[in-house]
């Protein structure tokens, strides 16, 4: 069955969210849904300002960006191709294990200007290891854009081109962030509560 197109006034206010299944998990809100949106459109411009009559390739890492990868992109007023990297470095805790990757690059981005989209920069290992593998591809450059920085807990000496916000020491889920794979589709950032990766 379709859905119908409905255009009255009353259709486009969003339905209201069943809240039962989150908040026994999630301490709280940390970034509103209306923040991140904000924050996405002014990167945006940001990010065209400065590839500006070029074209870009989007290089997404799996899975944690998709949902930020999906509006940011639609707020770029830019040329752009988009390739993705599989990269899981999480199991079922908190805390960065071995990284695997679970899908490589398709697209040429020999002299191509890319801009490489993580989640969340922590201690770094992720984009230290994912970095030198576009570098020897070739790129004419390579900008890193991230929607979270999580500075305390830095092991590599790195920083992302892009940050959408800055934030403390805190495990953080939803808009594309999991814990044991849930909670990436909570439209908002918020904290999971320690008891729920930390068992009494
Ligand atoms: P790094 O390699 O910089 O330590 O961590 C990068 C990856 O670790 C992110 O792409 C993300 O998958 C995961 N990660 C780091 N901190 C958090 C967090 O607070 N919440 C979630 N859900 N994932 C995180
Ligand atoms: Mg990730």
Known sequence: MSAKLKTSAKSRVAPKRSEGGWRKEIERVLITEAQIARRVESLAREIEKDFRGRELVIVSLLNGT???????IRQLNLPLRLDFIGVASYGT??????????????LDV???DVLLLDDILDTGKTLHRVLPKIRALRPRR????????KPARRLEKI??????????D???VGYGLDFAERHRNLPFVGVLKPHVFKPA
């Open 170 to 172: 805190f495990f953080v």
């Open 93 to 106: 805790g908190t805390e960065s294990g071995e990284l695997v990757f679970t899908k490589e690059l398709c």
């Open 142 to 149: 390579v900008k890193t854009c991230v929607l979270l920085d």
């Open 159 to 168: 920083r992302a081109d892009y940050v959408g916000f800055a934030i403390p």
């Open 110 to 112: 020999r002299g191509r």
């Open 66 to 72: 998709v949902v930020f990868l999906a509006d940011l």
